[in-house]
T-cell receptor
Framework: AQSVTQPDIHITVSEGASLELRCNYS??????LFWYVQSPGQGLQLLLK??????LVQGIKGFEAEFKRSQSSFNLRKPSVHWSDAAEYFC????????????FGTGTLLAVQP | EAGVAQSPRYKIIEKRQSVAFWCNPI?????LYWYQQILGQGPKLLIQ????????DSQLPKDRFSAERLKGVDSTLKIQPAKLEDSAVYLC???????????FGPGTRLTVL
């Protein structure tokens, strides 16, 4: 069965510092992988996705993520965090097939210090 | 392009009452999803429609939850009767199909007292 683990519940970084949010997944084959961001009171917005091909994926707002099959990981990175990046970040794995069902991790809440 | 619309945005009810949520997906999106997001957790899929047919409702508590998408466009999710543990944000999403991005609405925050 699919599952997603985000080991960090809460992370605080200083503005301008680099960021890495961890995501590990369990899936029998190569999954679809996604990172979504959720600001308070808002729905989820897609940051980036991996379907196939290049394992380093570029997304919106300066984010990138790297798919590492050997480690079953899809960590999200940003070289320099802005105060507006404070939000909750969710990693999700999608099943290949008719259902296109997404399984989400429990999320990582990012706080940005001035 | 208009996004996924949901209403109401907030709802407070007492336990054992009934409640309904409405979702209008992005025009042309055949697939519609309802997720439940409990505080501190990631969204969990309740039901998925492809046009007006159900693809996956394995995690829908069918004794109290029901959903329909009669004309293959907008959808309604109902809870009857509500329990305290149903307090959550109910998110609707739509997509054009397999592997494609799911676009999420702003959600309905339900509080059951």
């Amino acid at each position: 069965a699919q599952s997603v683990t985000q080991p960090d519940i809460h992370i605080t970084v200083s503005e301008g510092a680099s960021l890495e949010l961890r995501c590990n997944y369990s899936y029998g084959a190569t999954p679809y992988l996604f990172w979504y961001v959720q600001s308070p009171g808002q729905g989820l917005q897609l940051l980036l996705k991996y379907f196939s091909g290049d394992t380093l994926v570029q997304g919106i707002k300066g984010f990138e993520a790297e798919f590492k099959r050997s480690q079953s990981s899809f960590n999200l990175r940003k070289p320099s965090v802005h105060w507006s990046d404070a939000a909750e970040y969710f990693c999700a794995v999608g099943a290949r097939g008719a259902t296109n069902k997404l399984i989400f991790g429990t999320g990582t809440l990012l706080a940005v210090q001035p | 392009e208009a996004g996924v619309a949901q209403s109401p945005r907030y709802k407070i009810i007492e336990k054992r009452q009934s409640v309904a949520f409405w979702c209008n997906p992005i025009s042309g999106h055949a697939t519609l999803y309802w997720y439940q997001q409990i505080l501190g957790q990631g969204p969990k899929l309740l039901i998925q429609f492809q046009n007006n047919g159900v693809v996956d409702d394995s995690q829908l508590p069918k004794d109290r939850f029901s959903a329909e998408r009669l004309k293959g466009v907008d959808s309604t999710l109902k809870i009857q009767p509500a329990k305290l543990e149903d307090s959550a944000v109910y998110l609707c999403a739509s997509s054009t199909g397999e592997g494609n991005e799911q676009f999420f609405g702003p959600g309905t925050r339900l509080t059951v007292l």
